[in-house]
């Protein structure tokens, strides 16, 4: 499958996803705005292919802000999308010679994240959340291969709707960015992230 037809089908499902929120928008009052901040896990460096005598590398740390905006479309199913800025660092290992400097080095870039998910709700406390995510590599330099591209993530939540409107929750999750990278790469290094991410919303129907 080609790459074209690939973006044709995610920008497709968001006009679908867009529509379908839209028409029923009568069955539910669940239109929410909030913030979000993701940490607490490990990001890796990884290829499909991998190559003999490449650098190796390590988690470091990261950390992830947004804004976010959910849509309802019936009673247990919302739409959530937004944008995200996403800091990571990683620990580059190089594999090179006993005479040349290898030792260890950080690796610094920059995300700018669109996340288009999917929330299905249960047990009144929690939801499991999927979907894709349209990504912006905002490094001006970086040893890492360019990450624009489309990814994906899956996650479950545990929540909390107070009677004001509010709504809490923390999510883990676990996301792989430039899935479909748009740079055409040899061997593309994808970054994939395992963290917890923890938010407030509020009902703007309240």
């Not at 669940?30 to 003999?52: A, P």
């Not at 800025?85 to 700018?112: A, C, G, V, W």
């Amino acid at each position: 499958m080609s790459r074209t037809l690939l973006i044709t089908i995610f920008i497709i499902f968001i006009n679908q996803s867009w529509l379908i929120a839209q028409g029923d928008e009568t069955k539910s009052n669940n239109n929410k705005i909030g913030i979000t901040f993701s940490s607490f896990g490990e990001n890796d460096v990884f290829r499909f292919d991998e190559l003999d005598g490449a650098a190796s590398y390590n988690s470091d740390y990261f950390f992830t802000i947004g804004i976010n905006y959910v849509q309802a479309i019936n009673k247990w199913l919302e739409v959530e999308s937004g944008i995200e800025y996403s800091k990571q660092s990683i620990i580059t290992e190089p594999n090179l010679p006993p005479d040349m400097d290898n030792s260890s080095r950080k690796t610094n870039f920059s995300l700018i994240n669109i996340p288009v998910t999917v929330r299905a709700n249960f047990l009144k406390y929690f939801f499991i959340n999927g979907g894709l995510i349209v990504d912006f590599d905002a490094s001006k330099s970086s040893p890492i291969d360019n990450q624009t591209g489309i990814g994906a993530l899956c996650g479950v939540s545990a929540k909390y709707d107070f009677k004001n409107g509010i709504s809490a929750f923390v999510n883990p999750y676990t996301k792989i960015h430039s899935l479909i990278p748009f740079v055409d790469t040899k061997y593309h290094q994808r970054i994939w992230e395992n963290g917890i991410r923890v938010g407030i919303t509020y009902d703007l129907k309240k």
